[in-house]
């Protein structure tokens, strides 16, 4: 019998990329996404897969789901700054109430669980590189801390389920993650900047440019995230790219790639910024043996390519 996964938030960037390496591996998956951000589109090459199904449901509601489930995956969550910030209290909800409701399913089946973390959780970090052992640096009454502290309970009340009932619970952090169906207008660097030079629009970076973000392509973030599931370890682990960038090098880099005209400009920073983010994956390396294999000018390649593609069919 196939192992059966149920992902939340499964029809999002990173969960419908999710759904479909596990099918690829032989899973059987039932997504759940409430579409607040997700979207049919993401999931529809998948729908007529008959280990795929996907239910429009909001996890901070009670969470049944009949059959055998082997592993919950807890990617529900508005995840650029604009979504968070355009809807805060359901940012909260979901990181709260739906990490408990998932957490409970989890039980119930005898499944484990991976949720999706961030490095938010590190905040405006006043360690560089970022360690899993670093606690952070958080505003938790700023306007970005809708985010950081919804993970950060998340983490804690996975962890309280781990050392409680013995749940086996694997937490990542992810870091700023990019790739094809990585919403347009989501408001995220690399969204922005493509889909800025793609229209010939300026390039608009916040701050300076000398912030730094490290980069992890999809498919690279995936293999990562799978491997961590699929191990013994428990409790939270880097997943992301270690190569770091300024943001004003991110928009060389897209200038180049797209040959476009865009002028560069410069807008104010927003509230509690991070001035530097790259993970340590020393972790990820030993236990997992993984780390990223794609360039970020490959992988900014193939998004602005799916971009292209995306808006020669008016979807964009």
């Given at each position: ?8 938030g499964?029809?999002?960037f ?17 997504a759940?996404?409430s ?5 049919p589109?993401n ?5 007529d897969?008959p280990g795929?199904r ?13 059959g055998?489930?082997?592993?919950v ?25 739906g ?10 089946k ?10 938010e ?18 505003n938790?009454?700023g ?10 309970f ?12 013995g749940?086996?619970?694997?937490i990542?952090r992810?870091f700023n993650?990019?790739?094809p ?7 995220r ?8 030079a793609l229209?010939g629009?300026p390039?608009?970076?916040y701050g ?10 999809v498919?690279?973030?995936v293999?990562?995230?799978l491997?961590?599931l699929?191990?013994?370890?428990s ?10 960038f ?7 880099a ?16 927003p509230v ?17 043996g ?9 992988g ?6 799916w971009y ?6 008016g979807?964009?």
């Open positions: 019998m196939s192992p059966r996964a149920v992902v939340t499964g029809a999002g990173l969960g419908s990329h999710l759904c479909e390496h596990l099918l690829a591996r032989g899973w059987e998956v039932v759940i996404d579409m607040l951000t997700g979207g589109a999931v529809a090459h998948l729908v897969n795929f996907v239910i429009e449901y909001d996890v901070t509601n009670y969470v049944h789901v009949d055998a489930v082997d592993a995956l807890h990617f529900a969550s508005p995840a650029s700054p604009r979504d968070y910030l355009d809807h805060p209290i359901k940012t909260l909800k979901v990181g709260s109430l990490t408990h409701n998932m957490l409970g399913l989890a039980m119930a005898g499944a484990r669980f991976l949720l999706a973390s961030t490095s959780i590190y905040g405006d970090p006043l360690v560089h590189p970022q360690t899993e052992d670093y606690w952070g640096n958080v938790p009454v306007p970005r801390g809708v985010y950081d502290e919804a993970k950060r998340a983490e804690a009340i996975a962890m309280a389920y781990h050392r409680t009932h749940l086996d619970v694997k990542a992810i993650t990019y790739g169906r990585l919403r347009a207008n989501d408001g660097v690399v969204s922005n900047f493509l889909t800025q229209n629009d390039i608009t970076i300076d440019g000398t912030q730094t973000r490290s980069f992890c392509y498919d690279d973030e293999q990562g995230l491997a961590l699929e191990s013994e370890h409790g939270p682990m880097n997943i992301g790219n270690p190569d770091e300024t943001v004003a090098e991110l928009a060389d897209v200038l180049d790639l797209t040959g476009s005209t865009s002028k560069v400009e410069f807008d104010p920073l509690d910024d991070p001035k530097v983010r790259r993970p340590d994956i020393t972790l990820a390396r030993r236990v997992l993984w780390e990223p294999k794609t360039s970020l000018r490959e900014l390649a193939s998004t602005y390519e292209r593609r995306e808006r020669e069919h979807r964009i």
